[in-house]
């Protein structure tokens, strides 16, 4: 695990990022306790996105309801392609929502 705090899960679920009225499309590729990873869907214009800014995320669990979380960003990398630019980001959950913990422990048994 090295310097992180908890256990990640690796699993997929679709999700939109929401930052100053913009929606991005992305998947969640690994969730735990207290944070998740994020790839995002290719984008034409580029983004920024600063360490320590606040954003939403709204993700539609398996069982139907709709999650969503405010999460700071701890990192993002950005990678260019010939369609636009595409990112990943760390981000941490603000006060980890009951429906994302009990969302874990379906992904952990």
């Known amino acids: 695990m090295g310097k992180r705090r908890s256990e990640r899960i690796v699993d997929s679920l679709n999700a939109e990022l929401i930052m100053d009225g913009v929606n991005y499309s992305g998947i ?5 306790e ?8 290719t984008v034409y214009n580029g983004i920024d996105i600063p360490p320590n800014s606040i954003v939403g995320l709204r993700s539609t669990l398996p069982s139907g309801e709709v999650l ?3 999460c700071e960003v701890k ?12 990112f990943s980001m760390g981000m941490e959950i603000k006060s980890p929502p009951r429906k994302y913990r009990e969302f874990l422990k379906t992904l952990r048994q």
């Open 34 to 41: 207290n944070g998740l990873y994020l790839v995002s869907a």
């Open 75 to 86: 990192w993002l990398q950005t990678k260019p392609s010939p369609f636009g630019v595409a």
């Open 28 to 32: 969640i590729m690994n969730f735990s």
């Open 68 to 70: 969503m979380m405010d």
